[in-house]
């Protein structure tokens, strides 16, 4: 038989976790700002924003389609080694004590562009445990490299 009290706090029961449940999934979601999907290139932007230390750089080289080894590779870089700053209007890139600057275009929320006038590069780009994952690909011919590398920010 079902009292009145125990209506009553069966409803309290699911009033508390109708209550409790989007605290919750809010909570859970903010844990990792670091790694949240920017939804424009201006959140893009605003999520690169500063200097980020290289960690790795793995190169595929590719021959007709099949992987060259001998030509592949990951390269370790120690910290501060490789900077590079993304600002509104350039890449900087800076390694002991030389800078190397080019424009860049944030276009949409996963990837930018860079490079000098037309001749312009397009990156991928992934966040992933706070790290910046950048991958990038060029085709000529019958040869393709791509590009991926590993950073972090700096404070």
Same mark, same amino acid.
Request: aromatic share 10%; proline share 3%.
């Given at each position: 038989? %079902?009292? #009145?009290?125990?209506?009553?706090?069966?409803?309290?029961?699911?009033?508390?976790?109708?209550?409790?449940?989007?605290?919750?999934?809010?909570?859970?979601? $903010?844990?990792?700002?670091? &790694?949240? %999907?920017?939804?424009?290139?201006? &959140?893009?932007?605003?999520?690169?924003?500063?200097?980020? $230390?290289?960690? @790795?750089?793995?190169?595929?080289?590719?021959?007709?389609?099949?992987?060259?080894? /001998?030509? $592949?590779?990951?390269?370790?870089? &120690?910290?501060?080694?490789?900077?590079?700053?993304?600002?509104?209007?350039?890449?900087?890139? @800076?390694?002991?004590?030389?800078?190397?600057?080019?424009? %860049?275009?944030?276009?949409?929320?996963?990837?930018?562009?860079?490079?000098?006038?037309? /001749?312009?590069?397009?990156?991928?780009?992934?966040?992933?445990?706070?790290?910046?994952?950048?991958?990038?690909? %060029?085709?000529?011919?019958?040869?393709?490299?791509?590009?991926?590398?590993?950073? #972090?920010?700096?404070?």
């Amino acid at each position: 038989m %079902v009292t #009145h009290a125990t209506t009553l706090k069966s409803v309290r029961i699911l009033l508390f976790i109708l209550i409790s449940t989007p605290t919750l999934l809010l909570n859970s979601c $903010s844990k990792n700002d670091e &790694d949240t %999907v920017p939804q424009t290139g201006k &959140d893009l932007l605003a999520k690169l924003n500063g200097k980020w $230390s290289v960690e @790795t750089v793995e190169y595929k080289y590719y021959v007709d389609n099949v992987l060259d080894p /001998d030509n $592949s590779g990951t390269q370790a870089y &120690d910290e501060n080694f490789l900077v590079i700053e993304f600002t509104e209007k350039a890449l900087i890139f @800076t390694s002991q004590g030389e800078s190397d600057d080019y424009i %860049v275009s944030y276009d949409s929320s996963n990837s930018f562009r860079y490079g000098f006038g037309t /001749d312009m590069s397009e990156v991928q780009v992934e966040f992933e445990n706070g790290k910046l994952k950048w991958k990038e690909a %060029v085709k000529d011919a019958n040869i393709k490299i791509e590009v991926t590398v590993v950073l #972090h920010k700096t404070p």
